[in-house]
Structure formats: structure tokens, C-alpha cells
């Protein structure tokens, strides 16, 4: 089963900043927050992922909360082509990097 | 500009019969994936090479058996086809085996 849970929908306004939340309240030490998004008909798409520090890269920010139960990915200039399912995982990094459990993630629409 | 690519994108096939499914990255990565979904949300990984050399083999039957003629490339063969082997494949690279994967497009095999 996923140890995450999300949201099942979110809107959002084109241009506007995406805020997806995700709690993890059972996440490990040594595992990390992994977010993917998956268009229909495609093969997921990695966009970020964190230990316990803040990330930010070309598609997105992560912020973890301090106590690691929770976090929240942002998408700072969303995009019609930012609608997407987005997935919420943790798992362990390093050497076997493991299955990938998706939960029912959070269906984001971006709207015109 | 296709990341991450694989052929055929749909296979229909008997049982008995070999098939092989090729995987190809632009992305200059060194690490390369072959993933199995066996249900909607699961992505269960089969294996995992990196500069060519096989790092990770999950219990695979040995029926399956990948192939990396280069960095960019990673085919998957399958012998002797048996009716549960059906499902979406994918492939995925990422910079090292510790970063996200980029996912390529799947693989639909269905076993008559």
C-alpha cells in the first residue's frame, strides 16, 4: 500500500502557483519524498525529490516540514500542460532504488 | 526530442513465442531501468544497469533477459512468453542510481 496521502483533485489558474500537499506521517529516516506526475497514456515523469532540506530545480520546489510528515510541491507558473496525475512517493534511495507504489495521487487541472 | 524511447509500443503476441522490446535514451544518462506495472499504481522493477554493467536484477524469471549494447541502450528479451507476463513495461534512465528516473512511453504486452 502507498504511504502517502494526497489530495484527489486540485484546480489551479493558469500562471498561478500549484500547490500540491502530501502527508507521509509514517516515512522513515532514511526515506526520501519522491514526486512523479503522469500525463494520460504516459510513462511517469520524475520532477523533484528531498530529504529533509528544501529543493528546488527547473520544474518545481519541495518543501518538507521540519518533522518530515508532510510536504508540498509547488509549481511556481503553472502551465495548461502542467494538468497532470501527481504522485506523492517515499522511498529509500541509494544502491536498489526499488519499486515505485503510486497512491491515487492528485489529479491537477489547470484552467485557462 | 524524445527522452527516453521504446518500440514497439503496443505487442500482441502467443504464448511460446519470443519478443524482444527496445529501449533507447538521449538524455546522456548512466543509468538505465526496465520496470514492470502489474497493477495501475505499481511499478515493480525488474533491473537496473549502470555504464552497461547490470547492478540490479529483482526476481525476474530468467526467461527475461536485458541487454545493453551501450549507455544509451537497454533491450528487454523475453523467452518462452507465458500469459501472466502480460502487462505494461517501462523503461526509464536517470543521471545515476540515485536520481529520479525519466520514464519512457511503455510497452503494452499482451500474451494470447
Known amino acids: 500500500d502507498a504511504k502517502t496521502t494526497q489530495p484527489p483533485s486540485m484546480d489551479c489558474a493558469e500562471g498561478r502557483a500549484a500547490n500540491l500537499p502530501c502527508n507521509h506521517s509514517?516515512?522513515?529516516?532514511?526515506?526520501?519524498v519522491y514526486w512523479y506526475r503522469q500525463i494520460h497514456s504516459q510513462g511517469p515523469q520524475y520532477i523533484i525529490h528531498?530529504?529533509?532540506n528544501n529543493e528546488t530545480n527547473e520544474m518545481a520546489s519541495l518543501i518538507i516540514t521540519e518533522d518530515r510528515k508532510s510536504s508540498t510541491l509547488i509549481l511556481p507558473h503553472a502551465t495548461l500542460r502542467d494538468t497532470a496525475v501527481y504522485y506523492c512517493?517515499?522511498?529509500?534511495?541509494?544502491?536498489?532504488?526499488?519499486?515505485?507504489?503510486f497512491g491515487k495521487g492528485t489529479k491537477l487541472s489547470v484552467k485557462p | 526530442d524524445t527522452a527516453v524511447s521504446q518500440t514497439p509500443k503496443y505487442l500482441v503476441t502467443q504464448m511460446g513465442n519470443d519478443k524482444s522490446i527496445k529501449c533507447e535514451q538521449n538524455?546522456?544518462?548512466?543509468?538505465m531501468y526496465w520496470y514492470k506495472q502489474d497493477s495501475k499504481k505499481f511499478l515493480k522493477i525488474m533491473f537496473s544497469?549502470?555504464?552497461?554493467?547490470?547492478?540490479i536484477n529483482e526476481t525476474v524469471p530468467n526467461r527475461f533477459s536485458p541487454k545493453s549494447p551501450d549507455k544509451a541502450h537497454l533491450n528487454l528479451h523475453i523467452n518462452s512468453l507465458e500469459l501472466g507476463d502480460s502487462a505494461v513495461y517501462f523503461c526509464?534512465?536517470?543521471?545515476?542510481?540515485?536520481?529520479?528516473?525519466?520514464f519512457g512511453p511503455g510497452t503494452r504486452l499482451t500474451v494470447l
Open positions: 528531498g530529504l529533509k
Open positions: 538524455l546522456g544518462h548512466d543509468t
Open positions: 509514517t516515512i522513515s529516516g532514511n526515506e526520501y
Open positions: 544497469y549502470n555504464n552497461k554493467e547490470l547492478i
Open positions: 512517493i517515499v522511498r529509500v534511495r541509494g544502491g536498489s532504488q526499488g519499486n515505485l507504489i
Open positions: 526509464a534512465s536517470s543521471p545515476s542510481l540515485t536520481r529520479g528516473e525519466f
